[in-house]
């Protein structure tokens, strides 16, 4: 039996196997679907993706048996368009293109209008009483196939169509004549065989064969094969080719072509919309050049196609059981689909149709979780600009935090407060922002950073707090001293207005009008479905009662990182937190600490209300103290003043503290080690203040986080530091209360030895964002240098700081729980970095059996989405 | 059958297993050695630790059968001894001593003279017929019964003693009389009432219960569990207890003691060495308070004690097979054995002894390589103090880098190769080094520097130069300004002379005399025995063609990192360098790294020549561009003026190359991604002059190293540009080579995922420093603030950077040569960070299948003995 290369369809038939998307690529499986369902398809057929394996085998040459089937499923193309390839009356045109197992936009090669040579485009002419039409149409497989098969300059037509746009004094192709045309079809040749040094095919089959050589050729592109490294597409795959016969919109009143969508795409309703236009190729519609017409108007128009039209989206939605986007063309009154597939859609589109169509019995929950992205989401959860406003986009930057925002804008952290106070609406611009900003981020609409990536300091603060942030805006040059903003000619000063689309990284002079985000009715819904099918927790990272409340009105079921030195930068705290950094001794610095204790204690007492009865984890400090000290001259003298130190001997202990790699510093525990009485101090605070609570009758269940730990013995020291205080404030306050000690993951040497460190650790929380930065030893703060070029050359897929790393540092995540809970069977184990709200790292974490996953507030619903989507392809 | 709790000792007897260390501690099995030798020892016996585990199972009481056990061998101790416990005539006194199976020297409790109370001293007084030692004993007595076994706080003894000092108006406590001491005793024992709420106990057996109750629970004290978990020895072993009949050597004219080596401890020369005092106790010859005569005296003074003494020293060494460090008590003209134990040696002692005792038939070779502590080498390599020399140390800094000497000081790099262009000695003092410093560093005798560990910039290049430096040494005062180097009230000012001694990290004002240590004829022996056993192969750091003679000379097999940032800093070269870094584009680039091309290809000919026919491993340029740059206002106007740029410019270029953390930042193999014709350059100085010495018939094996890989996509790319650059050469040179690609192993990420990067890889080689500090997230330019206090409290048991913590770093390393050799089974595997020259890391490295170690040249001999030892313990 001979090995079947080929595969028909149309004129309602097709071949077995023709589903098989492995065998005949995504693009013939789908035209085949539609032909099994009766739907009206110009007929052709495809060569199988192992028919292109074979080619390379051979060397370049077509497999045995290869032409024969070509030529039998020619001839049944013939038969079902009742027209004949070469026919110098009625001749067949072909279509040939590439079709892989998945799709790879624009990466390989397409022919259209194949079979034209200087007899069949004059009975093309006759046929459809337009020679301009023919002659057009000739020249443009002339380019194409010159370019594609026969590796001819692009340029070089395009250069002879210019010259000859300017000898006829017209400005575009159309405006050519008939005659210019056929002038240019005889230099295409010309050009042909000087270029490449043979003559363009006459012969129909030298053309095909031309072609499908051709398109096997563009598997192996450099660009393709840099595609498949990129997206990870096995080489071996090879592509389908499918040649089909040509139709044309554009051949009279009675023609014409459109798109089309079973349901509308921005907002999911359930109506029919797309648009069309008569007389007209597919490439017009989308051009603009003419304005198409609503698809209703086709009811009127050509009211046996539109019903017809109707009856196929239809067809086609029970059948996909998605929303379809179509193409189709209307040839002399025939009505023809060219594609279908599944319709991009807005959130709120994707959330309703999911919905509804449960509601209508076309799909299950289960499918109605899996249809909506949990990315788009965000697009429901932030401000947005008004999609009707019109606005020029004077600057790009990197989309840091999403939503849009407009205000006035200011320089310093201070102002945005002052104007804050006087009622304005501001937008703080910073070249980059630094913890002692927190106060001015936080009243600010949006932030505008110059430099710094997607995790630099300005863009995790304002995706914590929910906040629009445009960031590395490299053209933004700002003056601070001069207060101004400047993008190339334009100089902004305070108190101009701007806006800042967070979603896009843009920013717009002026002010655009907003729209507050609808979060409809049947978001809750799928929601709640989404919530029946996970299996991981999903707590978020706040470090305030409001953030708190945000995020369980979001569905977080308790804190997974509270952070603690947001809370030492507030009002009179820094200069408390300052003294206590530069007292003499431990005497000192526990007196400084005391005075900071109510704080840090009214902080825990917020918290712990807002999550009550849910665990909050708290993170006991982590930054180097260097992040705390005074930089500016004013404050130095003010706080040497309060310490009773002379200018120069604070600079001094300013400068000690100074560190070349401070992320590699001494931060964490390690200040704990060396300082117990901080942690102490906060241990008491968290502690204090469950008493109280607990007392009260609030239900609290604190679980201190000890950061940076590398060692177990690290561990053990400052879990009895906290053990101790604990004892010491039941003892004090007579009341019983729960508490956890754990440790955070962030330490590649911890994963490595978490065996060891689960023996002294109540439960783990992965800090993926430090363990990328030492996993791959990079610095998010100086890696824009070069991450970006990484990613755009395909050395990492994608920025590991907003999609783990599942490879490399996902491997030693699942070391350090599996290593875990070898030690501690029971082990709690959940992540607090950025990573808990991306879904690919979430539908990770579900895998590697993570009980939660920690996100910030406004992440809560896509992690909930994500982490259902996971367990439904990964049931635990 | 009941247990056996109590072995017996003495008299030629011992019962038997008493050689079992884990049952009778080290100091148990040792003397009952010594009675199975027929010396005399002291009677006495042994309680197991057994019974000490018992104790603490039985809540802190005797286990049963033990008391009967301890009655009956005292028994058998006054029968031997000729004395009875508590006799009012003759009584026999002992000391109780602890015992574990290892040395914990310091960490638990003895109590001596016990036995003593109101009547047995005057017994006592009776018959040493000198009362005042006989109520110095009892005072003591009481005083170290009181503070172990009573919990009395010594202070209120020290007091009492201090009160009657005073009180007799004398200085030392010899000097208090007989009635003074008899008060102090009525004294002490108020104390001891007072303070511990009971009496002290008369009866000799209620002492001695007490005292072994003492030592079983000075086991767990706090500082001896911390010691236990420091030095990993379990919790469960507990302790013997040696119960042991006092001597005394201070009962006259014919009573004495001394300490004796078998060989001579400095030289190593077979003679019986050592000294003694008649009339003396053991520490008095410790004290220093008399002078003690050499031991050949003795034979003169006593020669019947002498013989025996010479026939047990000849006896212990032919037994024990080493050189032996012994201690002896004649009582009244009877010679008594108190300890031997493997003496302590100079390196210079050690090696001798052992090729000697081989030649002598004594032990074996293998037994002989064994016997020298691989570290101690390091004295042997350097030039050192001569230790007749007086001089005294005005402040202490880290031994960053061994040997000794003195010069001159100067406070920059270019007044350094100023004076040394004179003619002068001098010694580099600087707050840190920098790499600008290196000629500076090169031309010196020695650097002192105020700041940094023993991995800082100096002290890695200190040791690489084999160049004496002492580091982080904290309370040197510099004044790069005032050419002024200051400790406390002591100014030294340029020109000044100072000796630094980098084995010890002393510095010393002035000019101290040197000897140069010498290379024994023994040593080179013990080197060739080391090869023999050695499984490793032993390479070593080197960037210039004097470092690799030098390394050729100790015995290297190769270069196994040749770091090539050094290369930039020589003259002309460091302008070239930063022309290349500010160039506008890769043209400007390529044009100053053209002009750069010949100095590097010189600098490889050179290597490549010193090295011939051994492989030399290359490094690609690794540092950040930042290190490079200048940062005196001259230079940069001097570069700016050169390049045609403004200052303002060039500095705004430099501050856009400052990093956060530099550590984690652009650099290594990221430079190369980013800026491909700088290691396009560099392969093609290395392969250029690889083709011209094939071409001269030199033999080169050029191993191309890529730094910083954490995926396999870089060094894919990062191959590819020294592939294609090595197959032009070979192409435009008309010569083959042979030549290598792979990878420096020192992210962790790249452990991870080995088996990818092994399939690109050639070789392996660990960069443990790197590796340290991205898995401990330690960096170690700011380590020095917490590092020190982890070592102390024992969180680490070593300084990761000098000793390879094993357990996690360690387990990467593990990681990445099982998954390497699992993807490419004859991968070849080494390490060169410092740890390549540590003995314990080179022991982990020969266990984990490592092919080779690199070291710095003035540690390859000190590789070659670890790894023979390390092949000895674990062969392959």
């Known amino acids: 039996m001979t090995t079947k290369w080929v595969y028909f369809f149309g004129d309602g038939q097709t071949d077995g196997q023709q589903h098989d998307k492995n065998l005949v690529g995504g693009k013939g499986a789908n035209l085949a679907e539609m032909v099994s369902l009766g739907i009206p398809v110009p007929s ?4 199988t993706t192992e028919a292109c394996v074979q080619f390379y085998h051979n060397g370049e040459k077509w497999v045995e048996g290869l032409e024969e089937q070509v030529k039998e499923n020619l001839t049944r193309v013939e038969q079902a368009m009742g027209a004949q390839f070469g026919d110098t009356e009625n001749p067949l045109l072909l279509s040939v293109r590439s079709g892989a197992r998945v799709s790879m936009p624009g990466m390989m090669d397409t022919v259209l209008n194949l079979g034209l040579n200087d007899v069949t485009v004059e009975a093309l002419a006759n046929k459809s009483e337009n020679p301009r039409f023919a002659w057009d149409s000739y020249r443009r497989f002339l380019q ?9 300059e692009h340029d070089l037509f395009e250069a002879a169509l210019a010259a ?20 240019l079809v005889a230099e295409y040749k010309d050009i042909i065989q000087k270029s490449a040094g043979r003559l ?4 129909p089959f030298e053309q095909l064969r031309g072609a499908i050589d051709a398109v096997f050729r563009s598997w192996n592109t450099a660009r393709a094969i840099r595609y498949r490294q990129i997206n990870h597409i096995p080489h071996e795959w090879g592509t389908a080719v499918n040649v089909q016969a040509m139709v044309y919109g554009n051949m009279g009143a009675n023609s ?7 349901r509308d795409p921005s907002t999911g309703e359930n109506v029919f919309y797309g648009e069309y236009l008569m007389d007209a190729q597919g490439e017009d519609v989308v051009a603009g050049i003419r304005t198409p017409h609503p698809i209703s108007d086709l009811e009127e128009e050509m009211p046996h196609v539109y019903t017809e039209l109707v009856e196929i989206y239809k067809l086609l939605e029970n059948h996909y059981k998605d929303m379809q986007d179509v193409e189709f063309t209307i040839q002399e009154g025939k009505l023809y689909m060219l594609q279908t597939r599944a319709g991009k859609r807005t959130a709120t589109a994707a959330v309703r149709i999911a919905v509804e169509m449960v509601k209508e019995g076309l799909i299950d929950k289960e499918t109605a979780v899996l249809r909506v992205e949990p990315e788009q989401l965000d697009q429901l959860l932030h401000p947005m600009i008004d999609p009707k406003a019109k606005y020029e986009v004077i600057a790009t930057g990197l989309p840091a935090s999403p939503g849009a925002a407009a205000g006035r804008i200011v320089f310093t952290a201070e102002e945005a407060e002052e104007w804050k106070n006087r009622g304005e609406q501001v937008i703080l611009v910073r070249n980059e922002t630094s913890p002692e900003d927190i106060g001015g981020m936080d009243v600010a609409e949006g932030i505008l950073t110059a430099r710094g990536g997607m995790t630099s300091h300005a863009a995790v603060v304002a995706r914590g707090m929910g906040k629009c942030c445009v960031a590395g805006c490299a053209a933004a040059q700002i003056s601070e001293a001069n207060k101004t903003l400047t993008f190339g000619d334009t100089v902004l000063n305070e108190g101009d207005w701007v806006t800042l689309n967070g979603t896009a990284g843009e920013v717009i002079v002026g002010k655009v009008d907003m729209i507050e985000a609808e979060v409809a009715g049947d978001f809750a819904t799928l929601m709640e479905w989404a919530d029946e099918f996970r299996a991981l927790g999903i707590r978020t990272n706040a470090d305030t009662p409001h953030d708190s409340q945000t995020a369980l009105d979001f569905g977080a079921e308790g804190i997974g990182l509270c952070r603690t030195e947001h809370m030492f930068f507030e009002g009179e705290r820094t200069s408390l937190v300052r003294q206590m950094i530069f007292a003499n001794d431990s005497a000192g610095r526990e007196a400084a600490l005391a005075k900071l204790l109510p704080f840090q204690k009214g902080d825990f007492i917020g918290i712990f209300k807002a999550m009550e009865g849910l665990p909050v984890t708290v993170r006991l400090l982590d930054p180097p103290l260097h992040e705390f000290v005074p930089h500016d001259e004013e404050t130095i003298k003010r706080l040497a003043a309060d310490m009773g130190l002379s200018v120069d001997t604070l ?5 000690a503290l100074e560190e070349i790699n401070p992320m590699l510093g001494h931060r964490g525990c390690r200040l704990g080690i060396t300082y117990p009485e901080i942690y102490a101090m906060q241990a008491r605070a968290i502690f204090e203040a469950a008493a109280e609570l607990t007392k009260d009758g609030v239900k609290v269940l604190p679980e201190v986080m000890i950061p940076l730990i590398g060692t177990v013995e690290e561990l053990k020291l400052m879990k009895e530091v906290c053990v101790e205080v604990a004892d010491q ?5 007579g009341v019983k209360f729960e508490y956890l000690v754990g440790t955070m993951m962030e330490i590649p040497r911890a994963c490595v030895v978490a065996d060891e460190v689960a023996s002294e650790a109540e439960f783990f929380s992965f800090g993926t964002n430090d363990l990328t930065q030492m996993t791959f030893g990079y610095s998010r703060d100086d890696a824009g240098t070069f991450l970006p070029e990484y990613v755009e050359k395909g050395i990492l897929e994608r920025d590991p700081f907003q999609s783990l790393d599942q490879v490399g540092v996902g491997a030693l995540v699942q070391m350090g729980v599996e290593k875990g809970r070898s030690a501690k069977p029971n082990l709690k184990v959940g992540v607090c970095g950025e990573h808990g709200g991306d879904p690919a790292s979430i539908d990770f974490f579900h895998r590697v059996g993570l009980d939660y996953v920690s996100c910030s507030p406004y992440r809560v619903p896509i992690a909930r989405l994500a982490a259902a989507q996971a367990n439904i392809r990964n049931p635990r």
């Open 256 to 262: 014409g072509t459109g798109v089309a969508f079973t």
């Open 44 to 47: 052709g057929f495809t060569i």
């Open 144 to 152: 194409m196939y010159g370019d594609v098969v026969m590796g001819v």
């Open 164 to 183: 000859k746009r300017e000898e006829q004094g017209v400005k575009l192709d159309n405006e050519l004549s008939l005659e210019a045309l056929q002038e």
């Open 729 to 733: 404030v039941m003892d004090e306050m």
């Open 200 to 203: 363009f095919p006459d012969d």
């Open 651 to 655: 600079k001094a202990r300013i400068e």
